[in-house]
């Protein structure tokens, strides 16, 4: 783990980071961990964990998610893909399983919902003054 990391005891991606659970590693570097996915949604689908322990992504200090997504490209680009996701959840309802901040490299083969990520994006309709007023509410905020 990288110093100064917080890690879970319980937590299966700290274990994977320590040797304690085996993998298939790829690619290691001083703040980040990844590794081939035991259940792919594609050939070569992957996982980039950062060694820092945080739930979610707001957990997570800059410089470690900063680093899994250079990873992520670097998988990305040795496997020659074309066609990909990268994709990262935050919490139950938003299909999070592993409460450790991970994100997926997930090949796309083929137009198809036979391989690959398969989504739904479900747009929906937005006043403009709704979404004008969201907008001022956001940029007071950050």
């Known amino acids: 783990m990288a110093s100064g990391a917080k890690t879970l005891a319980s937590c299966v991606f700290c ?19 990844s590794f081939l996915d035991i259940n792919p949604l594609a050939k070569g689908h992957a996982l980039v964990i950062p060694k820092y322990h945080g739930e979610k992504l707001h957990d997570v200090p800059d410089e470690y998610l900063v680093d899994t997504l250079k990873v992520g490209k670097k998988i990305a ?9 990268i994709l990262q959840n935050n919490g139950r309802i938003a299909h999070q399983e592993v409460d450790h901040v991970h994100f997926h490299v997930i090949p796309k083969p ?15 309709k937005v006043e403009m003054d709704e979404l004008k007023a969201l907008h001022e509410e956001l940029l007071a905020k950050l």
């Open 15 to 33: 274990k994977i980071i320590k040797g304690e659970i085996p993998s298939f590693k790829l690619v290691e570097t001083d703040l980040s961990y």
């Open 77 to 85: 680009v040795a496997s020659g893909l074309e066609n990909y996701n």
């Open 110 to 124: 083929a137009a198809t919902d036979t391989e690959g990520l398969v989504i739904g994006w479900p747009q929906q």
